[in-house]
Protein backbone atom coordinates (compact mmCIF):
# COMPACT_ATOMS: atom_id res chain seq x y z
CA UNK A 1 0.00 0.00 0.00
CA UNK A 2 1.43 3.26 -0.64
CA UNK A 3 2.55 5.12 2.81
CA UNK A 4 1.38 8.80 3.38
CA UNK A 5 3.03 11.99 2.27
CA UNK A 6 6.25 12.65 4.36
CA UNK A 7 7.39 16.44 5.66
CA UNK A 8 9.62 18.56 2.68
CA UNK A 9 12.84 18.32 3.18
CA UNK A 10 15.71 21.29 3.50
CA UNK A 11 16.39 23.76 0.34
CA UNK A 12 19.70 22.67 -1.59
CA UNK A 13 22.30 24.85 -1.88
CA UNK A 14 21.88 26.84 -4.90
CA UNK A 15 24.02 26.25 -7.98
CA UNK A 16 26.83 27.28 -10.03
CA UNK A 17 25.18 30.18 -13.04
CA UNK A 18 25.62 28.68 -16.25
CA UNK A 19 27.23 30.45 -18.90
CA UNK A 20 25.78 33.39 -21.11
CA UNK A 21 23.22 32.10 -23.51
CA UNK A 22 23.71 33.83 -27.63
CA UNK A 23 21.81 36.77 -28.39
CA UNK A 24 18.20 36.52 -29.33
CA UNK A 25 17.15 37.69 -32.70
CA UNK A 26 16.05 41.38 -32.77
CA UNK A 27 12.04 42.31 -32.47
CA UNK A 28 10.21 44.11 -34.83
CA UNK A 29 10.26 47.92 -34.62
CA UNK A 30 6.89 49.21 -31.97
CA UNK A 31 4.16 51.59 -33.15
CA UNK A 32 5.10 55.53 -32.96
CA UNK A 33 4.32 57.26 -30.01
CA UNK A 34 1.71 59.81 -29.73
CA UNK A 35 3.18 63.44 -30.55
CA UNK A 36 3.88 64.88 -27.46
CA UNK A 37 2.08 68.69 -27.00
CA UNK A 38 4.25 71.69 -27.88
CA UNK A 39 6.44 72.85 -25.05
CA UNK A 40 6.29 76.65 -23.78
CA UNK A 41 8.35 79.01 -25.57
CA UNK A 42 11.32 80.38 -23.62
CA UNK A 43 12.26 83.93 -22.54
CA UNK A 44 14.12 86.27 -25.27
CA UNK A 45 17.71 85.82 -24.30
CA UNK A 46 19.96 88.70 -24.03
CA UNK A 47 21.29 90.38 -26.96
CA UNK A 48 24.86 90.01 -27.70
CA UNK A 49 27.99 92.58 -28.41
CA UNK A 50 27.80 93.73 -32.07
CA UNK A 51 30.00 92.15 -33.90
CA UNK A 52 33.60 93.48 -35.40
CA UNK A 53 33.18 95.82 -38.83
CA UNK A 54 33.64 94.42 -41.95
CA UNK A 55 36.21 95.06 -44.39
CA UNK A 56 35.46 98.18 -46.89
CA UNK A 57 34.58 96.37 -50.58
CA UNK A 58 35.83 97.41 -53.88
CA UNK A 59 33.55 99.74 -56.05
CA UNK A 60 35.40 98.17 -59.52
CA UNK A 61 33.42 94.63 -58.39
CA UNK A 62 32.06 94.74 -61.67
CA UNK A 63 34.30 95.16 -64.88
CA UNK A 64 33.26 96.77 -67.30
CA UNK A 65 34.74 99.51 -70.14
CA UNK A 66 33.71 102.19 -72.82
CA UNK A 67 35.17 104.16 -75.36
CA UNK A 68 34.06 106.64 -76.75
CA UNK A 69 34.52 109.36 -79.75
CA UNK A 70 32.95 112.02 -81.95
CA UNK A 71 34.26 111.66 -86.09
CA UNK A 72 32.82 111.20 -89.49
CA UNK A 73 34.09 107.87 -90.77
CA UNK A 74 33.87 107.33 -94.51
CA UNK A 75 35.66 103.80 -94.83
CA UNK A 76 34.07 101.75 -96.98
CA UNK A 77 35.87 98.49 -95.54
CA UNK A 78 38.67 98.70 -92.60
CA UNK A 79 39.16 99.54 -89.11
CA UNK A 80 36.48 101.81 -87.54
CA UNK A 81 38.15 102.24 -83.85
CA UNK A 82 39.70 99.78 -80.85
CA UNK A 83 39.35 99.67 -77.40
CA UNK A 84 41.82 97.83 -75.34
CA UNK A 85 40.08 95.72 -72.64
CA UNK A 86 41.55 94.06 -69.62
CA UNK A 87 39.74 90.85 -68.90
CA UNK A 88 40.13 89.30 -65.01
CA UNK A 89 39.21 86.03 -66.21
CA UNK A 90 39.46 83.05 -68.67
CA UNK A 91 35.96 81.48 -67.81
CA UNK A 92 33.68 84.81 -68.49
CA UNK A 93 31.98 85.77 -71.03
CA UNK A 94 32.42 89.49 -72.72
CA UNK A 95 29.46 91.33 -73.85
CA UNK A 96 30.51 93.84 -76.40
CA UNK A 97 28.05 96.38 -78.10
CA UNK A 98 29.02 98.75 -80.84
CA UNK A 99 26.47 101.75 -81.42
CA UNK A 100 26.84 104.76 -83.73
CA UNK A 101 24.83 105.99 -87.03
CA UNK A 102 25.81 104.00 -89.89
CA UNK A 103 24.65 103.75 -93.31
CA UNK A 104 25.40 102.64 -96.78
CA UNK A 105 24.00 104.28 -100.08
CA UNK A 106 24.20 103.02 -103.70
CA UNK A 107 21.75 103.24 -106.82
CA UNK A 108 20.52 100.35 -106.46
CA UNK A 109 20.70 96.99 -103.91
CA UNK A 110 23.93 97.18 -101.96
CA UNK A 111 24.88 96.17 -98.41
CA UNK A 112 27.29 96.68 -95.51
CA UNK A 113 28.50 94.77 -92.39
CA UNK A 114 29.32 96.13 -89.60
CA UNK A 115 31.48 93.66 -86.79
CA UNK A 116 33.66 92.87 -83.92
CA UNK A 117 36.99 91.81 -83.34
CA UNK A 118 38.98 90.36 -80.54
CA UNK A 119 43.04 90.77 -80.95
CA UNK A 120 42.17 90.57 -84.66
CA UNK A 121 40.12 87.33 -84.68
CA UNK A 122 35.73 87.45 -85.07
CA UNK A 123 33.97 85.45 -82.53
CA UNK A 124 33.26 82.00 -82.60
CA UNK A 125 31.45 81.22 -79.06
CA UNK A 126 29.20 81.01 -80.51
CA UNK A 127 29.01 82.92 -83.22
CA UNK A 128 30.18 86.23 -84.75
CA UNK A 129 28.93 89.48 -83.52
CA UNK A 130 28.05 91.68 -86.30
CA UNK A 131 25.16 94.02 -88.22
CA UNK A 132 24.62 94.24 -91.71
CA UNK A 133 22.26 97.08 -93.75
CA UNK A 134 20.53 96.71 -96.71
CA UNK A 135 19.58 99.55 -98.69
CA UNK A 136 17.44 99.00 -102.57
CA UNK A 137 17.19 102.68 -103.11
CA UNK A 138 19.24 105.42 -103.58
CA UNK A 139 18.52 106.94 -100.65
CA UNK A 140 21.22 108.31 -97.80
CA UNK A 141 19.70 106.60 -94.26
CA UNK A 142 21.61 108.19 -91.47
CA UNK A 143 20.00 106.83 -88.29
CA UNK A 144 21.86 105.47 -85.03
CA UNK A 145 21.76 101.90 -84.90
CA UNK A 146 23.62 99.20 -82.30
CA UNK A 147 25.24 96.05 -82.86
CA UNK A 148 25.29 93.86 -79.64
CA UNK A 149 26.31 90.59 -78.58
CA UNK A 150 28.37 88.14 -75.69
CA UNK A 151 31.25 86.16 -76.66
CA UNK A 152 32.90 83.06 -74.77
CA UNK A 153 36.06 81.29 -74.50
CA UNK A 154 38.24 84.04 -74.45
CA UNK A 155 41.14 84.38 -72.42
CA UNK A 156 42.31 86.41 -69.86
CA UNK A 157 44.30 89.39 -70.20
CA UNK A 158 44.43 92.49 -72.72
CA UNK A 159 42.32 91.79 -75.22
CA UNK A 160 41.69 94.31 -78.69
CA UNK A 161 38.50 94.83 -79.53
CA UNK A 162 37.80 96.55 -82.65
CA UNK A 163 35.01 97.44 -84.90
CA UNK A 164 35.42 97.18 -88.50
CA UNK A 165 33.15 97.52 -92.10
CA UNK A 166 33.35 95.31 -95.05
CA UNK A 167 31.10 93.67 -97.68
CA UNK A 168 28.03 91.36 -97.01
CA UNK A 169 28.89 88.38 -98.28
CA UNK A 170 27.48 88.02 -102.44
CA UNK A 171 27.77 91.59 -102.53
CA UNK A 172 30.53 94.38 -103.57
CA UNK A 173 31.69 97.53 -101.96
CA UNK A 174 29.54 100.37 -101.68
CA UNK A 175 29.46 103.91 -100.13
CA UNK A 176 29.49 103.64 -95.99
CA UNK A 177 29.62 105.81 -93.34
CA UNK A 178 30.24 105.00 -89.67
CA UNK A 179 29.34 108.23 -87.25
CA UNK A 180 27.79 111.46 -88.63
CA UNK A 181 27.60 114.52 -86.12
CA UNK A 182 27.26 112.03 -82.56
CA UNK A 183 29.27 110.01 -80.59
CA UNK A 184 30.08 106.97 -81.25
CA UNK A 185 31.34 104.31 -78.69
CA UNK A 186 32.12 100.19 -77.67
CA UNK A 187 30.90 98.87 -74.36
CA UNK A 188 32.36 96.13 -73.21
CA UNK A 189 31.40 94.26 -69.97
CA UNK A 190 32.66 91.22 -68.38
CA UNK A 191 30.07 88.32 -67.38
CA UNK A 192 29.71 85.13 -65.69
CA UNK A 193 29.79 82.33 -68.77
CA UNK A 194 26.15 80.88 -68.79
CA UNK A 195 25.58 77.27 -68.78
CA UNK A 196 23.12 77.10 -71.02
Given at each position: ?17 G ?15 I ?31 Q ?11 G ?8 K ?5 S ?14 SG ?7 T ?7 GP ?15 L ?16 I ?11 Y ?12 S ?10 Q?
Open positions: MKGAKGDRGDKGVTGKTLKGSLGQRGSMGPIGKGEKGIKGSLGQRGEPGPQGENGTANSINWKCVWKREDEKDTLIQECVFKRHSSTLKVAYAANMRVRCTCCGRWYIFNGAECSMTIEGVLYLYTNDNPRHRQIERFCENIPSGSRVAVHVGNCQGGSSDRRSGWRSVRIMIEEYPQST
